[in-house]
């Protein structure tokens, strides 16, 4: 949470009178006795707390996905034909329904896992943000493990008053296109 600057009104003679002081615990508080009314902690939230909450939300319907449900990745993500995925296991794709499709193919291969922003850098720039880290964890697919371990950038945009996914890019992951490669039938 950002720091804030608290309030606290004072009443004289029937005019109130503002002080305002720097809030040591980033959380403000406002104070109004002459008319009884008491709001004792505001948290404020910035727009990188945002688009951090966003990240959170995002990264934890991935952990999701890696146990074989993809559905909460329709919460983050926008839906529009302009958003784009380029995911470890190579390719790139382009609208809602094939970035979903994506993910679905991969849940349904995926039984175990868990994946973890680390070195997380976020910029925000009006109603986009990015951000920056690396990604790290361990996914089962098809009974065979795949440590991860790749940098990624996210792109969101803020569409009515939340932030959503717009855009997913990773490393190829060798140890995973590895995998995928032990279940196409040989070619003939």
Known sequence: MSTFASTRSLVKNGTAHLQTRQAEDDQAKIIIDGTRIRVREVQIMTTEDEVRK???QFYAAL????????G???DIWSHGAAVTAMHPIGGREVGW???RASFDRVAQLASDGRVELKDQLIRVAGNVAYETGVEHGQVTLAGYDATIEHRVTNI???????WRLVHHHT?????????????QPPSG
């Open 72 to 74: 909460a990745l329709a």
């Open 156 to 162: 969101y945009q803020q569409e009515g008053g939340a």
């Open 63 to 70: 952990n999701r996905m890696t146990k074989g449900d993809s």
């Open 54 to 56: 966003a990240s959170e």
């Open 97 to 99: 329904d094939a970035v």
């Open 171 to 183: 490393d190829t992951s060798p140890a995973m296109l590895d995998i995928l490669s032990r279940l």
